[in-house]
């Protein structure tokens, strides 16, 4: 297999990472161009496979949309092709073929799309047959298994004949993802409103304009870890905004208690130390994309923290629960479920020479163990992995002065 070897981080000055921008904004924004009439003016798109794949199967419009692992663009996508009245088959990697769809599938079919199921009921692949009318005009809808599902009608909810007012059950994770697809709705000129549980959409047009999408706060997030695990030299991250759409920024206040300073300044934030002053617990329900960055940092700046909210973590590119235990084993740390819900993350202990990580195809394994070089040599196996959210992420991690090795 794959793999690059980093060496130990010796110390850095003052660098600054160009980061990429955020795919949650860019794949939004694109399905909203999609559904505008006139003509939109987007940049800074992201360079992440995932929006990448998004711009090529709009832009192609081939029988079969293979999204491969991005989840966005197989929950936006299917949510567009049913409610467009196109005949798609929708497919991806086989995990993608592993979580779930059946909740979004059961809102499209209620709301009047048709759609069948090639293989596992509940899963990718799926194939969309039209949509003959609108049904229904308000429809409940789980919130505690992906805001993707609900992100995905809400973009289409303007063009519906009778509009849409979802109302959301149960734990309602990933809230922020939400607001980020309303706001966005909103820059591009259609009202909504967000009361309690209940989302309205009345029937309107979405009006071109132009877009500029942020940088990407989880590609982020490991910048601050790096900073806060490492107790030298200071970082600044391009193209981040205080007031952001995107719910990630809530690293912001996380790192605070880690360790490190942030001020927003020229266009971007600049990363430098401060004490540590712990952070005993976290709930990561709405903000699951920095659950593995923050366990690494706080198994490398020796902080016992409890992590709750992680349930989605099971269905996304890989089990990450699963996976961060395999990985945070190799440097003695632990996150160990101690109460149900409640994960108890157990510092490492002793960080050998050199250690390699398994990555299950998953690239926030690769991105969130990189800040270990602040400790050791480290190996990660299949590291183009990162190329679904931050393909530069190894040239970047070179600008701290550190040479990256390939091995095939
Ligand atoms: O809407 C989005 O852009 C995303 C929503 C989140 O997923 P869930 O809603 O499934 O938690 C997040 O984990 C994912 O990386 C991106
Ligand atoms: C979960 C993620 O993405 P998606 O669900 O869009 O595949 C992610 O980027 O961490």
Redesign the pocket.
């Known amino acids: 297999m794959k793999s690059i070897e980093l060496p130990l981080l010796e110390s850095f000055g003052k660098v600054r990472i160009p980061l990429p921008s955020s795919k949650?904004e860019s794949?939004r924004v694109l399905i909203i161009d999609a559904l505008t009439e006139g003509e939109n003016k987007l940049s800074n798109l992201a360079e992440a496979r995932d929006t990448q794949t998004m711009i090529r199967l709009l832009k192609d419009d081939p029988e079969i949309l293979d999204v491969l692992d991005a989840?966005?663009t197989m929950r936006f996508l299917t949510a567009y092709a049913a409610l467009n009245n196109k005949v798609k088959i929708l497919t991806g990697t086989p995990r993608m073929c592993e979580r779930p769809i059946g909740i979004l599938v059961d809102a499209l079919r209620e709301i009047g799309a048709e759609i069948e199921y090639l293989k596992n009921d509940g899963f990718p692949p799926l194939r969309t047959l039209g949509f003959a009318g609108q049904k229904a005009s308000e429809i409940n809808i789980r919130g505690d298994v992906?805001?993707?599902y609900i992100?995905a009608l809400l973009m289409n909810a303007p063009l519906l004949p009778k509009g849409l007012a979802l109302n959301l059950t149960g734990k309602v994770?990933?809230r922020t993802?939400i607001s980020m697809t309303l706001e966005l709705m909103r820059t591009f000129g259609v009202d909504y409103q967000f009361e309690g549980n209940r989302i309205t959409i009345a029937p309107q047009k979405y009006q071109a304009t132009s877009f500029s999408v942020e940088s990407d706060w989880s590609g982020a997030s490991y910048w601050f870890s790096l900073l806060a695990c490492s107790r030298s030299g200071e970082l600044f991250l391009d193209g981040l905004k205080a007031d952001s759409l995107q719910g990630d920024a809530q690293i912001v206040p996380i790192m605070d208690r880690l360790g490190v300073e942030s001020t927003f300044r020229d266009g971007g934030v600049l990363l430098k130390h401060q004490p540590i002053r712990g952070l005993p617990e976290f709930d990561f329900t709405h903000c699951?994309?920095l659950a593995q960055t923050v366990a690494v940092t706080c198994a490398l700046t020796g902080q016992q923290t409890d992590f709750t909210g992680l349930e989605?973590l099971r269905i996304?590119e890989t089990d990450r629960i699963d996976a961060l235990q395999k990985e945070l084993a190799k440097i003695g740390s632990k996150l160990e479920e101690r109460r149900p819900g409640v994960f108890t993350l157990v510092p490492a202990e002793q960080i050998p020479e050199m250690v390699e990580i398994e990555t299950y195809d998953d690239h926030r394994m690769a991105m969130a163990f990189m800040p270990l070089i602040s400790k050791t040599k480290l190996r990660v196996l299949d590291p183009e992995v990162v190329n679904k959210s931050y393909p530069s992420f190894w040239n970047h991690c070179e600008l701290l002065g550190v040479k990256a090795k390939y091995q095939d």
Do not use: F, H
């Open positions: 949650s794949n989840g966005t992906s805001s993707q992100s994770g990933s993802y699951p994309d989605s996304k």
